[in-house]
């Protein structure tokens, strides 16, 4: 079994910064693309950034030039790093892995569990 874990979460003021993490669990070869996507209320999720393995990234528009995603790909694991956080970041993050490779076979489209940034204004 494999699992994603975040964890950095929290409660911020307009202007400010948090860093997200995202780590796989489990016997692990490698993972493809990994991401990070978010959910306001009453919104559909949407995609925030993504990584490849080989580190190549792609950004939605609301986000370019203030957030950074990064992977180190030793620890299986996935960083957003947001800066200049405004309101309209707030909202549950899940982080995802588009395929998981292991001994016992590939898993597709792994979800963490969420974890929840508030920004005031």
């Known amino acids: 079994q494999v699992q994603l874990v975040e964890s950095g979460g929290g409660l911020v003021q307009a202007g400010g910064s948090l860093r997200l993490s995202c780590a796989a669990s489990g016997r692990i070869f490698n993972i493809n693309t990994m991401g990070w996507y978010r959910q306001a209320p009453g919104k559909q999720r949407e995609l925030v950034a993504a990584?490849?393995?080989?580190?190549?990234?792609n950004y939605a528009d609301s986000v370019k030039g203030r957030f950074t995603i990064s992977r180190d790909n030793a620890k299986n694991t996935v960083y957003l790093q947001m800066n200049s956080l405004k309101p309209e970041d707030g909202a549950v993050y899940y982080c995802?892995?588009?395929?998981?490779?292991?001994?016992?076979?590939?898993?597709?489209?792994?979800w963490g569990q969420g974890t929840l940034v508030t920004v005031s204004s």
């Open positions: 995802n892995a588009d395929t998981i490779f292991t001994p016992s076979g590939r898993y597709f489209e792994v």
């Open positions: 990584i490849t393995r080989g580190g190549s990234t």
